[in-house]
């Protein structure tokens, strides 16, 4: 849990404060549409015996907060007031001849137990909105989604392992590896079963060092009979990770345990990986997720309208299925946010406001952030010649904006550590990996370094957008 030296303790139980705070965290943890979108209207009202308010505009706000970011939001309160506190919502309920909104007089909790979900002795760290039925099959999952299927019902018993799905961002990767994991803990309850992504596995494997740990952190892993990484080719550069990572793997293939891997890429095209671990990487089932097709598009947009309890004409779902094409999560976002806008302004979901959503949509993504430019904006703000930051020099201003563009250059962009490394005078990656982890140490208990970091990344997002 973060220390309270996070906030000042004299205004500790002032909610703007702590509210500030979560969002903080928040904001590090989605995207920016999805802050703009859903958190940024959330207002702190009052704390009381750990419990703080927070008012919400609409019911329908609250039921997409409470389904989507209820994890989030729950161990982010925790981290700021400790393990007792909680968030609680308030209704704002405007009526167009009302000057001030009405709040229902009804509290609603965030943390909630899934009494369905499997228990187990650790956190799986499974979504358990990603199942099986709520994946939509189409032409260019077919092959992905029967082999997960298998997988499910039999775990490490079929020549699908490793599994390796490949596929370019937001094509459905993530929810399918996992449905699989909770399926496995459906049918197989005393299965071991965890996901992670690959920097997260880092991370793990560099604080095991760190504290003289590794062995206890190669065991736990050596114990899983289900072990699923997302996003395999950050582990590219990264070598001592790897090795650990071949070990581990080995041991769990000889002992028949199932492993699954996601990757942007198929294993052949991980340039930077270890050979061996490309070999072993391609024993399995390789099996790549393509974009979706229109009728896809269509009946995904259909299932999360029902999701969502929305009644929406077909010529509008066709208008959004028709113009975002390129991934499934982008054409959430889309219907996300048109239900946003029409719930938050009062107005009619119309063909009119469609169109308008799919425009702002397709500014949105038009941002292009380079490691250049990471590096031109922070040396503007420090003031410091940008030749200085790829210099030998130890000064301890160029020292500070170099490990802040190392570590923003590896959050925003998807360029790896050697990539990082060779636009700063050609460091090695290891050095990418010091500045990264000394800056995410360090803004943990420096408030000015965590304000320095939320206003770099506003003006790279303002000069690349």
Known sequence: MKEFALIDKKNLFEPTIIWRECLRTIKENVTLMTYNTWFT?????????????????????????????????????????????????VISEENEND????????????????VNKPKQQFESYLNSRYTFESFIKG???????AAASAISDNPGGTSFNPFFVYGGVGLGKTHLIQAIGNKILQNFPDKKVIYLSADIFTVE???????????????????????????????????????????IFNQLHQARKQIILTSDKPPKDLKGLDERLISRFQWGLTADIQPPDLETRIAI?????????????????????????SNIR?????????????????????????????????????????????????????????????????????????????????????SSLKTIGLHFGGRDHSTV?????????????????????????????????
């Not at 000057?99 to 909630?112: A, D, H």
């Not at 032409?139 to 989604?145: H, I, M, S, T, V």
Request: charged content about 30%.
């Open 205 to 247: 494997f560099v604080e095991s060092i760190q504290s003289n740990t590794v062995n206890e952190f190669s065991n736990f892993y050596r114990k899983m009979d289900v072990l699923i990484i997302d996003d395999i080719q950050f582990l590219i550069g990264k070598e001592k990770t790897q090795d650990h990572f071949f070990h």
């Open 301 to 325: 947009l259909k299932r999360k309208t029902g999701d969502y309890g929305m009644s929406v004409s077909n010529d509008i779902l066709e208008y959004i299925a028709n113009n975002i094409t």
């Open 99 to 114: 000057q001030v909104p009405k709040i229902e007089p009804v509290t609603l909790p965030v943390i909630s137990e899934d």
């Open 330 to 414: 982008e054409l959430e976002g889309c219907l996300i946010k048109l239900l946003a806008n029409a719930s938050l302004n009062s107005k009619e979901i119309n063909l009119e406001l469609a169109k308008k959503t799919v425009k702002e949509i397709a500014t949105d993504r038009k941002v292009n952030v380079s490691i250049e430019s990471i590096t031109k904006i922070v040396c503007n703000y420090f003031k410091i010649d940008e030749n200085k930051i790829r210099d030998k020099t130890r000064k301890k201003e160029v020292v500070l904006a170099r490990q802040i563009s190392m570590y923003l250059s590896k959050e925003l962009t998807k």
């Open 41 to 89: 209207p959330i207002k702190p009202l009052e704390l009381e015996n750990s419990i703080l308010k927070v008012q919400l505009p609409s019911r329908f706000f609250w039921e997409w907060i409470d389904e989507h970011y209820n994890t989030l939001i729950s161990k982010t309160i925790q981290d700021v007031l400790g393990a007792e506190a909680k968030l609680a919502y």
């Open 139 to 145: 032409e260019g999952n077919q092959l992905a989604r």
């Open 433 to 465: 990996i010091h500045a990264c982890s000394a800056i995410e140490n360090d803004k943990e208990s420096d408030m000015l370094l965590k304000d320095t970091l939320e206003t770099l990344k506003n003006n790279i997002e303002i000069s690349c957008s």
